[in-house]
């Protein structure tokens, strides 16, 4: 039995409880937080429809990114955090600091409170939203060098993220002081859903595509990775001495548009193709290239396929 104990921020979201189910089946003690102490049972009940006997070993705190409130108890006798939640909603907020400012001080508060709390190492989960869009070039091969630059006009989702690891590795020069911080930038992220805890991801797009409200293969292409994967690069990163002071690209190999996803629904899970629009498919200039050769290279790690991905997201919503 391990002695670590590890704080997983934002219990309920839908990357943090398949992190939370491989730190418990790993051995691992798990302090979550969770903005409202009603939102317990949710997480608590998922890990059990996992089939997690241990849930002794998860201790439950209230925290909010918008406030201080909270994060000194649930890190306290932690050796590492990983700082999973940010907003990630479906839709464009009016304003966009509804997104910028918890996803930024959030990330903040919770770097200050693991650094006062003499944590060993942080992983922050930002996204390829930090990395690739500020840059149009048509076959350009993104690694964990470029960076998606505050000031383009992007969504407010993807500035949140591109933002909030910037204002973390600003942090961490000047207040760091001992603790190591290591990022992850998944791609789109798919996989099961786990006793009804999902995201926008795929709620966005695999039920919009086989309940048929998608109608038009939007003018790009995203990368594709299994939720399990990126809890398990997780993992690897919080726990690799050369992990400290790096970025990960999290990502299966190639890329899909929207018409590529219906496709191979409709092929593999010919039961769901009633109400699925016919989506053209996009130009191959459209494809995005994206590099996850660093995880694999400096931490052994590898994805499972985009199409498991896909169909077991969908096979969650849709039992087969
Ligand atoms: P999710 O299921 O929507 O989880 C988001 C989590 O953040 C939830 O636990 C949510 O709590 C919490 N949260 C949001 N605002 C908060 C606030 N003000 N205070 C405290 N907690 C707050 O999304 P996810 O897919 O698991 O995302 C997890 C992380 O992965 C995020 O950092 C996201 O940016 C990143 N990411 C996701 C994708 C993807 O495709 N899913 C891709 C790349 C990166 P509530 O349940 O209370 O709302």
Redesign the pocket.
């Known amino acids: 039995m391990k002695q670590e104990k590890v704080l997983v ?8 409880i398949h992190t939370i189910q491989q730190l418990l089946q790993q051995g691992y003690t798990v302090n979550t ?4 102490m009603q ?1 317990k049972d949710v997480v608590v009940k998922a890990l059990q429809e996992a089939g997690i006997a241990h849930t002794g070993r998860i201790h439950f705190f209230e ?4 406030s201080n409130a909270g994060w000194a108890a649930a890190v306290a006798g932690c050796r590492y955090v990983l700082h ?6 479906a839709a464009e907020p009016e304003n966009p600091d509804e997104l910028i400012i ?2 930024r001080d ?1 990330a903040l508060r919770v770097l200050k409170a693991a650094v006062a709390a003499g944590v060993q190492r942080t992983v922050l ?5 930090a990395v690739g869009y500020s840059n149009n070039t048509p076959g350009y091969v993104f690694t964990e060098s470029d960076w998606t630059q505050p000031e383009t006009p992007n969504r407010a ?1 993807i500035r949140s ?1 591109a933002i909030a690891e910037k204002a973390a590795w600003d942090f961490m020069e000047k207040e760091g002081g001992d603790m190591e911080l290591s990022v992850i ?6 996989g099961p859903a786990l006793g009804g ?6 709620d966005t797009v695999i039920t919009g595509i086989v309940e048929g409200q998608i109608t038009e293969t939007p003018p790009f292409t995203m990368g594709v990775v299994d ?1 399990r994967d ?1 809890a398990d690069i997780h993992i690897k990163a919080m726990l690799h001495p050369a992990a400290a002071g790096e970025r990960f690209l999290a990502t299966s190999e190639g890329a899909m548009s929207f018409a590529d996803v219906a496709a191979l629904i409709k092929k593999e899970r010919p039961q769901l193709a009633g109400r699925m629009a016919d989506l053209q498919p996009v130009d191959n200039s459209l494809y995005v290239h994206i590099s996850a050769a660093k995880a694999a290279k400096m931490l052994n790690w590898h994805a499972r396929p985009k199409e498991e991905a896909i169909l077991a997201g969908a096979d969650s919503f849709y039992k087969p």
């Not at 921020?9 to 943090?16: E, K, L, S, Y």
């Not at 925290?63 to 918008?66: G, I, M, P, S």
């Not at 999973?84 to 909603?89: E, H, L």
Request: aromatic content about 10%.
């Open positions: 921020t934002g219990g309920t979201g839908f990357v943090a937080t969770v903005r409202t939102k925290a909010d990114l918008n999973v939640a940010s907003p990630f909603p918890p996803a959030g989960t930002s996204s390829f939203a989702y993220k930038n998944p791609v789109g992220i798919f805890i999902s995201s926008a991801s795929l939720v990126v």
